[in-house]
Antibody
């Protein structure tokens, strides 16, 4: 069965960096676009970034201002999100999600909490 | 950029009720509208894709309809396990979510 297992969250000071990981199993990882979506405490869902199946194309939400980098390692079935110059407003649960080939998110990771605090 | 507006929120119902959530798009998006359920403390779950297609494993009491700018998600026979927040989502140039509708019993 499809599984997305996340790791890498935690507490970081403003201006710090963190890298999230999402290990995929149960499907051919290299055939699917992958996304990151986040949810601030008590708020709704916010799309963060997408990466093409081969890693050649990436797109980001406008609010990220070039601070985040999405990448993938297809041989290792792993998706990454490198987050730099973190701000308090980046505090959220971050989810990885598979793109179901028709621009919807058909499988989601369990989420990982990133807390930016001094 | 296309925006999605959901109503109502919150939505209160009783077990067995038929409840309907609305999602209004700021532009014509044809049928490219998806619905998710997020139970408290859990990851979102895809319910409906392309406006009316039920995702595998989702109970048949969930249904979606609409096209263009007006879409609805209906729960026919509300169950206690349906307590959740429901989000619509579209993917024009980039993905966008509606603000969510919290369903209470």
């Amino acid at each position: 069965q499809v599984q997305l297992v996340q790791s890498g969250g935690g507490v970081v000071q403003p201006g710090g960096s963190l890298r999230l990981s999402c290990v995929a199993s149960g499907f051919t990882f290299s055939s699917y676009e992958m996304h990151w979506v986040r949810q601030a405490p008590g708020k709704g869902l916010e799309w963060v970034a997408v990466i093409s199946y081969d890693g050649e194309r990436t797109y980001y939400g406008e609010s990220l201002k070039g601070r985040f980098t999405i990448s993938r390692d297809n041989p290792d079935n792993t998706l990454y999100l490198q987050m730099d110059n973190l701000d308090i407003e980046d505090t959220a649960v971050y989810y990885c999600a598979r793109d179901g080939r028709s621009d919807y998110f058909d499988y989601w990771g369990h989420g990982t909490l990133v807390s930016v605090s001094s | 950029d296309i925006q999605l507006t959901q109503s109502p929120s919150p939505l209160s119902g009783s077990v067995g009720d038929r409840v309907t959530i609305t999602c209004q798009a700021s532009e014509d998006i044809s049928i490219y509208l998806n619905w998710y359920q997020q139970r408290p403390g859990k990851a979102p779950r895809l319910l409906i894709y392309d406006a009316s297609n039920l995702q595998t494993g989702v109970p048949s009491r969930f249904s979606g309809s609409g096209s263009g700018t007006h879409f609805t998600l209906t729960i026919s026979g509300l169950q206690p396990e349906d307590i959740a927040t429901y989000y619509c989502q579209q993917y024009d140039s980039l993905p966008v979510f509606g603000g969510g509708t919290k369903v209470e019993i």
